[in-house]
């Protein structure tokens, strides 16, 4: 009887707790689903294009009498109106926001004075350049609060569009999106003489890509929930531009595409899925223009295009969702559903006539991966490579000067990250086991790898040789960065061994 009694109490109770956990669970899926619809984001036609794109300036320089290029870089505090009459705090070079474009020709030595007129340590690198470990301006080299550095190196790397950026250990997502990058051009007489479009500003055109999150006038740089790869903005905005158009009178446009983003992946197109020709991708042009109608850009990554404009139309330059792998909880917070319309084209009514673009380009100075004599495998998982994460002190890497390895990277998690290695210029050589696509045959030095994806890299590293200072290798997904994901090697003379990286004399 009591038993019986219990037995009916039991199945009351269990039943209220079941329809309480029955509610529970549906106000917490219902939440999550809620977070999860909220997450996507889209631009695509409510932006008003009305503010004309701002084309950052050529910096300055001086030559001096033994031929060195002078360039003087300030990190400074201000405030940007991206909206008339809304001044938001920002960080620039020489500026408010951003930073001029540097521009120097192969073969040619330059200098940079690099003053910190912050009050907090930054340091400057010099994305995809190669030049000795010392002048790489990595965690290595900081500038502190006040100071000054003077990096100085010769350009000796084929024509290219590479960028320079803060790289604060622990500090570089922060600086970054306060708005400290900028352009810089490298040039060669080889591809001078190509029949590309070349007049800055006009023509040819850089575009810094970035995307954003304002409340009220301020930046608004936290980290929404679920976004295990950072930051990612509500908006994008180009050159520091929000809602930008441009004017363009020639025939062929050539675009040079900066993904300066902290974490968000693009992948370009027209809106009216036009043809783009590539011509080049992260260190320098291509062998010949490749067909495509999506260029997908990591961040770091960059992309040279060229663009066919008629008379009197506009065209929209668009980001449909990138392919970065996961399921669909993944892609969604990580982006991977979000569009974005980023820029509007206008042309003349009457277009100067461009001449054909050439068939052939240049002969891209890429590693060859049959004269490899070493193997590396770098495994990435949220936050560590190998297992590790970022010990200043420590050097994961010793590779002989002159020679070519061969690196399998390979993403173990289920959200995109990408893999960076300073110094060199490296040959896609298979993604996951297949031959590159048309975007991955240049020279990269930023490799985006998908969920679950595997890149074989062959890689020469030409020195100097220099066993005190380290090169980096990272995720540039800045939060990533940020959090030590991210390596050290060094480049030595045969039979020469590692020494201590400079941070560990200084016993911070
Ligand atoms: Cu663009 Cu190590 O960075
Ligand atoms: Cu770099
Ligand atoms: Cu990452």
């Known amino acids: 009887m009591f038993r019986f009694v219990g037995a009916v109490r039991l199945k009351r109770v269990l039943a209220v707790l079941g329809a309480v956990a029955g509610v529970l669970a549906v106000a917490v899926g219902g939440g999550v689903f809620w977070v999860w619809r909220a997450a996507e984001v889209s631009t695509v036609g409510a932006e008003a294009f009305d503010t004309e794109l701002r084309v950052p300036p050529v ?17 400074q505090a201000g405030s940007t109106e991206f909206r008339p009459g809304a001044a938001t705090s920002t960080w620039g070079f020489n500026g408010g926001y951003l930073g001029p474009t540097l521009r120097a020709r192969r073969g040619e030595r330059v200098e940079v004075n690099v003053r ?18 010392a002048m790489d301006g990595g965690p290595h080299q900081p500038v502190p609060a ?65 995307d954003v999150k304002f409340r009220g006038a ?25 809602s930008p158009y441009r004017r363009v009178d020639a025939e062929l446009v050539r675009l040079r595409l900066l993904n300066a983003s902290a974490a968000r992946v693009y992948a370009f197109g027209f809106a009216d899925n036009r043809d783009i020709a590539l011509v080049g991708t992260d260190g320098g042009l291509l062998s010949h223009p490749e067909t495509v ?36 909880w993944g892609r969604r917070f990580s982006g991977g559903d979000d ?27 890429l590693p060859d991966a049959r004269n490899a004599v070493r193997k590396r495998d770098f495994d990435l998982a949220m936050a560590t490579i190998n297992g590790r994460g970022m010990d200043m002190s420590r050097v994961d890497h010793t590779i002989v000067r002159g020679t070519t390895e061969l690196w399998t990277v390979r993403n173990q998690d289920g959200m ?12 896609v050589v298979d993604m996951n086991g297949a031959p590159p696509l048309p975007t991955l045959r240049g020279p990269k030095d930023t490799v985006f790898l998908p969920a679950g994806a595997t890149a074989t890299l062959a890689l020469r590293f030409d020195g100097p040789p220099d066993p005190d200072h380290p090169y980096m290798y990272h995720c540039h997904l800045l939060y990533h960065e940020d959090l030590g994901m991210m390596g050290q090697f060094v480049v030595v003379e045969p039979g020469q061994q590692a020494g201590a990286p400079p941070y560990s004399h200084h016993g911070h």
């Open 293 to 328: 109608t999506r260029v997908p850009l990591s961040p770091g990554e960059r992309a040279e295009v060229v663009v066919r404009m008629r008379p009197g139309e506009t065209a929209v330059l668009r980001s449909y969702p990138p392919d970065g792998g996961g399921g669909f």
């Open 218 to 242: 301020q930046f608004d740089h936290g980290h929404a929930m679920f976004r295990d790869v950072g930051f990612l903005g509500t908006r994008t905005m180009v050159n520091g531009t929000l």
């Open 116 to 133: 910190n007129g912050l009050d907090e340590p930054s340091t400057v690198h010099w994305h995809g350049m190669h030049l000795p470990a």
């Open 416 to 427: 995109p990250h990408n893999f960076h290695v300073h110094d060199v210029q490296f040959r």
């Open 59 to 75: 910096a300055p320089s001086r030559v001096r009498a033994d031929g060195t290029r002078v360039f003087d870089l300030r990190m």
């Open 146 to 210: 006040g100071g000054a550095w003077t990096p100085s190196w010769t350009v000796n790397q084929p024509a290219a569009t590479l960028w320079y950026h803060p790289h604060p250990h622990g500090g570089t997502e922060q600086h970054v999106q306060r708005g400290l990058a900028g352009m810089f051009l490298v040039d060669d007489d080889a591809t001078q003489r190509l029949a590309l479009p070349h007049s800055y500003g006009a023509d040819d055109l850089p575009l810094i890509v970035q």
């Open 339 to 365: 569009c974005f319309d980023v820029l509007q084209l206008r042309a003349a009514r009457q277009l100067r006539p461009a001449a054909p673009l050439p068939a052939t380009l240049t002969d891209p100075e």
